[in-house]
């Protein structure tokens, strides 16, 4: 049954459509500023997030009892979306998932007392996914909420209040636009005659496809229950962020609408970037990244401790603490926040494998977290060794490689620092810093590195810190560039997402397009070239030039053994003067639709 509002908007709605009129608006529009637009008011707000650095996000739902099983068949990589995966029925996902959920060992405060342990400042819990389900007493929904389980308990009220205990930022995830639940949301496809879901992918923007007809219904859903349910939410639980996903699901209009909403019941409340493209208060984020390109403003990235996000009995690629690790210095280095994603089971607890995963990162963090939290983007280059954050006066350097010689050199650092140690050495544990040129410092450090994952050393300086971002070729070793690095030049080319096996290159179509690099040649010589690529297809044998110092390398795509399937190709050999310059790679011909995927570019010196 509709509500009367509901009803109003449905009416008003179909006679503008039948019209040919644009659809009623339910909700006055308010001030909206773009995320490339200066906005104070946003940049107050989200202060406390972009200090943050590293967050949690919980993926737990009724799902997890599953584990991304269904009657003895098993899902897809994402457990949280079996019942899409299974098209399992709404009253059979009630009355056989839903209600018989009891977490009876669900214990807040041991979870925030870990999350606070790993080190991490703010905490993300799924309020509700896109099975529609509330993990809360819901009173727009009671029907399909926590309160219909065998629980019976709040766990977003104990967990909020744990939160605040432990010095944590608290806030939800909420599916506003995928509903498998309600009968006018767009994605149920297997109960109703809904588009978002599977049927219709090659017409995801239904609204202007092949289903206008449904903007109506739509519209209702998102007045029925996407609103009410977030200002449930906000009213309720007070949240310092709300977490939105599958914007591409309604139209940029519905999406404005709710964020208006938000704006409406809190104007203080931090909204992520996957509500309206370019809005919110922080950009759109990657999903399970393993490289990061370069991304200009404040962002998130949101990698899982295996492939799933909600517990997965099937998934037990669970990767190792180092990797988080590391991963959280490069997200840190280039100005974003790493929310570290775990599945919760079904009964309440948090599965041993990721548990080990957390404590070993708060292990690292416990004397390295001043690398991490409050710092911004590094004004260095990648280095050899690892990479380096900031904070104001003082630079962290984290060395994934340690020298074996004890010799470390930071590249492109123009400005002497007045103090090197490792990070929390006593002040009388300095480390000799000699200057090697310009650009380049040399740090005596021991032999046997602090820490076998990522030894810290903090430089302070009396000023601001001059620096080149250019990248040092030094003339022994290999120098690996990787695309992420690098900058991406015209429209015919893009990054792909940086999960493992697409940190390359997408879609490079464009003569005009390519990638460049500012490097620095420390010393003349000739270098031996090579490039990690993939082809899509055999069809992909264009051709392209490598130019650096005004020498230009030129080569053919060969395809390679399998689609998308890296390589590593040798491209010859090239004479370079010292100094600094860019290296560009760029298409000569085009062939199969498609250039390459490219990963990496390696100059090796000849001797």
């Known amino acids: 049954m509709k ?111 870990l999350f606070r342990d790993t080190g991490m400042r703010y905490v993300i819990i799924t309020a509700k996914h896109h099975d529609g389900f509330a993990m809360w007493p819901s009173q727009v929904t009671p029907g399909f909420s926590i309160a219909v389980t065998q629980f019976k308990r709040d766990p977003m009220r104990e967990l909020r209040d744990a ?70 939410l906000i009213r309720t639980y007070h949240p310092d962020i709300m977490w939105f996903d599958t914007p591409g699901k309604l139209p940029p209009a519905e999406n404005r609408r709710i964020l208006e909403a938000v704006r409406a019941a809190d104007p203080h409340v931090v909204v992520n ?35 799933s996000y909600g517990w997965s009995r099937i998934d037990q690629g669970h990767k190792p603490p180092e990797h988080f690790i590391q991963l959280l210095a490069k997200i840190v280095s280039k100005g974003g926040n790493m929310l570290l994603n775990l599945g919760p089971m079904g009964d309440g607890r948090i599965d041993p494998k990721d548990e080990q995963i957390f404590r070993g990162i708060g292990a690292w963090m416990q004397k390295n977290s001043a690398s991490v939290v409050g710092c911004s983007r590094t004004p260095l280059a990648v280095q050899s060794w690892g990479t380096s954050t900031r904070q104001g006066n003082r630079l962290f350097l984290h060395v994934f490689r340690w020298p074996a010689d004890g010799r470390l050199i930071v590249g492109g650092l123009r400005s002497d620092p007045t103090k090197a140690r490792a990070l929390g050495a006593p002040p009388s544990a300095k480390y000799d810093v000699r200057r090697l040129s310009a650009d380049d410092i040399e740090i005596s450090v021991p032999r046997q590195a602090p820490d076998a994952t990522d030894s810290v050393i903090e430089l302070t300086f009396a000023g601001d810190i001059a620096t080149s971002f250019a990248r040092r070729i030094p003339p022994t070793g290999t120098t690996t560039l990787h695309v992420m690095d690098g900058e ?101 011909e085009i062939a199969g639709g498609d250039l390459m995927r490219l990963r990496l570019i390696e100059l090796t010196p000849v001797r």
């Open 3 to 113: 509500s009367p509002v509901c009803r109003l908007l449905l009416a008003l709605a179909l006679a503008a459509f039948v019209a040919n009129a644009a659809p009623v608006r339910a909700v006055d529009p308010v001030a909206l500023h773009a995320l490339d637009e200066a906005d104070a008011e946003r940049d107050a707000r989200v202060a406390w997030h972009e200090a943050a650095r590293f967050g949690c996000f919980i993926h737990w739902g009724v799902y997890a009892d599953l584990g991304g099983e269904w009657q003895g068949r098993k899902g897809g990589t994402y457990s949280e979306h079996i019942m899409r995966q299974m098209k399992i029925p709404r009253a059979v996902y009630l009355d056989q998932v839903a209600k018989p959920f009891n977490p009876s060992k669900f214990d807040a405060d041991a979870w925030a007392r």
């Open 163 to 232: 939160c605040a205990k432990y010095g944590l930022k608290f806030g939800f995830y909420y599916s506003h636009a995928f509903d498998w639940e309600h009968p006018d949301a767009p994605g149920n496809d297997w109960d109703y005659d809904n588009p978002g879901g599977d049927k219709n992918r090659d017409d995801p923007n239904w609204w202007s496809g092949r289903r206008p007809d449904f903007l109506p219904r739509a519209q209702c859903y998102v007045t029925e229950k996407s609103i009410p349910q977030i200002q449930e």
């Open 273 to 307: 970037g996957r509500l309206l493209a370019n809005y919110g208060d922080y950009k759109n984020t990657a999903d399970r990244p393993a490289e990061i390109p370069y991304t200009a403003g404040h962002w998130e990235g949101i990698p899982t401790t295996n492939d």
């Open 488 to 588: 991406l030049v015209g429209k015919g080319v893009r990054y792909g997402d940086g999960k493992r096996n697409n940190d390359s290159t997408l879609e490079w179509k464009d003569l005009a397009s390519g990638v460049d690099w500012p490097v620095r040649v420390v010393q003349a010589g000739r270098y031996r070239v090579s490039a990690n690529y993939a082809t899509t297809s055999s069809a992909n044998t264009g051709a392209f030039a490598l130019t650096l110092a005004g020498r230009t390398l030129a080569a053919k795509v060969r395809p390679t053994e399998k689609p998308a399937g890296f390589a590593t190709v040798e491209l010859g050999e090239i004479d370079l003067p010292a100094g600094e310059s860019k290296l560009s790679i760029r298409p000569t």
